[in-house]
């Protein structure tokens, strides 16, 4: 037999938890729903706030550096209204894009999908194309209280969708 080291065995640490990444479609004009859930998630910024409904968002450089700075919960807003020829199609491009870049850089992805009417929800043969984490929600009328209503169900339903350990759900 062998003699027992006397070296302390060495105890690893798991390593901080990385924020999540948000991206939410909200066709209102002036994003109010990311607005209000941007007020109740102390440490997030608002990525993008596109002022062209028809601009695809892309993954330039300087979004890909504030999104791996894993500082912030980054709030990627886009807005895409039932108007467009097949807004579906883009808004599953850019998440597409953007769940491939989270993952790459080892942090979690939820999609939110806010439609004005039930003309413009995704239909249910579609949901699967937006993958996980995902979330339909009608939009809140023109009021600021419906709008902050939805907003705190989107907010709900991330602490219920998230492992307790990453930084959204620690700043509760």
Known sequence: MGKKSKK???ISTP?????PWLY?????????HIGHLHTML??????????DSNVVLRLSD???THLTSKTEIPLIADKFSGSSEDPLTKKLATVKALRAAAIKNGCNFVSVNIYEDEGNATKKEDLKKWG????????GGDDEKSQKAVAEKIYRWLCKSLPPSLP????I
């Open 15 to 19: 390593p901080t938890p990385i924020a």
């Open 132 to 139: 996980t984490n995902h979330l339909e929600i009608k939009a």
């Open 62 to 64: 300087l979004l890909l």
């Open 24 to 32: 939410i479609n909200d066709p209102k004009n002036g994003i109010p």
């Open 8 to 10: 302390p065995t060495a």
């Open 168 to 171: 959204l759900l620690a700043s």
């Open 42 to 51: 102390p440490d997030s910024a608002i990525v993008h706030n596109p002022t």
